[in-house]
């Protein structure tokens, strides 16, 4: 069965460093692009960040260029969000997915999300 395990999140301080980490099972994780959603209080779930299949290529929400940093392991099947100079607005339950293709209208498999607090 396929799988998506998110962990790294926590309670953190505006200012602070959080890494979170992705495991992927039961799927050809390096011929997938992988991303990164949140989604906030009362909000839709909003684009984080991308990586395509062997990494050569990443894409970021305005809101978090140059504080977060996306990437890959695919010997271990493994995508990270490393997350810097935190902010109370990246408070959100975070997301991993897979899409098949970075044309892809949508993201195949979803994580369960895990929750990111950033208190001010």
């Known amino acids: 069965q396929v799988a998506l395990v998110e962990s790294g999140g926590g309670l953190v301080q505006a200012g602070g460093s959080l890494t979170l980490s992705c495991v992927a099972s039961?799927?050809?994780?390096?011929?997938?692009?992988m991303g990164w959603f949140r989604q906030a209080p009362g909000k839709g779930r909003e684009f984080v960040a991308r990586?395509?299949?062997?990494?050569?290529?990443?894409d970021y929400a305005d809101s978090v260029m140059d504080r977060f940093t996306i990437s890959r392991d695919n010997a271990a099947s493994t995508v990270y969000l490393q997350m810097n100079r935190l902010k109370s607005e990246d408070t959100a339950v975070y997301y991993c997915?897979?899409?098949?293709?970075?044309?892809?209208?949508?993201?195949?498999?979803w994580g369960q999300g895990t929750q990111v607090t950033v208190s001010s």
């Open positions: 039961e799927f050809p994780f390096v011929y997938y692009v």
């Open positions: 997915a897979a899409a098949d293709s970075i044309y892809a209208q949508e993201y195949k498999f």
């Open positions: 990586i395509t299949a062997t990494g050569e290529r990443t």
